[in-house]
């Protein structure tokens, strides 16, 4: 069985970002041996001068693979972290959903789609989240982190938004690797274009600084581009 976890708006200027908190919500979710985590996934959301946000409107979204019946540890546990490690005057968002427990997946999915483009409300939020069969609670301040939170996940369920959080590193000198040494040392799934065509194995990539991945077709996917030819164009 698999469970979203999505938190948003849990952080300030002067404090560790959301992505942080969820990296160790995962720790302690593994430590307590509740199930395996997925990566967590960065969800991007509709900017607005009426939306506050602190230097990114998004939220971050991971699963749990498990087999036992963890809702109940899992929500007590995620709802103190939030009180506990949230910063001072922000508006902290949870959201579980359970995939074998969802009532309407596809009213999760364009309600994340509504909020890439969208001034949304706690409202709907909360009226979305009854109708599909999810928990979403607020954990401080205003508790508008619950319109991002609810969001993330139908962002996650469509399988094709965000970037992976972290940069990826290789234990390879260098930084022209082949597709296939990409793939071998790392948990990339897939090289592609930015057009959409899947790179070869024996390819080589030049590999920038900060080497991130996006989220499509529920999997870690590179996007690379092709390097013209300074004298061709091609």
Request: aromatic residues 6%; proline residues 3%; hydrophobic residues 35%.
């Amino acid at each position: 069985m698999r469970t979203f976890v999505c938190i948003d708006d849990t952080d300030n200027l002067e404090t560790r970002g959301t992505g942080a908190l969820a990296a160790l919500m995962i720790e302690q979710i593994e430590r307590e041996g509740w199930g395996k985590c997925s990566y967590i996934t960065r969800h991007k959301l509709y900017f607005h001068p009426d939306i506050p946000y602190t230097s990114h409107n998004s939220a971050m979204c991971f699963e749990i693979e498990h087999s036992g019946v963890i809702f109940d540890d899992l929500r007590a546990f995620s709802i103190d972290f939030l009180e506990r490690e949230s910063a001072k005057g922000s508006d902290p968002g949870l959201c579980i959903a359970e995939s074998d427990r969802l009532a309407d997946p596809l009213l999760l999915i364009n309600y994340g789609k509504r909020a890439k483009k969208e001034i949304l409300t706690k409202e709907l939020a909360y009226q979305t989240a009854e109708k599909a069969g999810v928990h979403l609670s607020e954990h401080g301040g205003t508790g508008g982190g619950v319109i991002g939170a609810l969001a993330g996940v139908g962002l996650r369920l469509t399988g094709n938004d965000g970037r992976i959080k972290g940069k990826f590193k290789f234990p390879i000198p260098g930084n022209i690797l082949t597709v296939k040494e990409i793939l071998d040392n790392s948990s990339i799934d897939r090289v592609q274009s930015i057009e959409g065509h899947l790179i070869p194995k024996d390819t080589k990539i030049i590999l920038g600084d900060k080497v991130k991945a996006v989220f499509l077709d529920h999997r870690q996917v590179l996007l690379v581009y092709q390097k013209l030819d300074e004298q061709t164009g091609m």
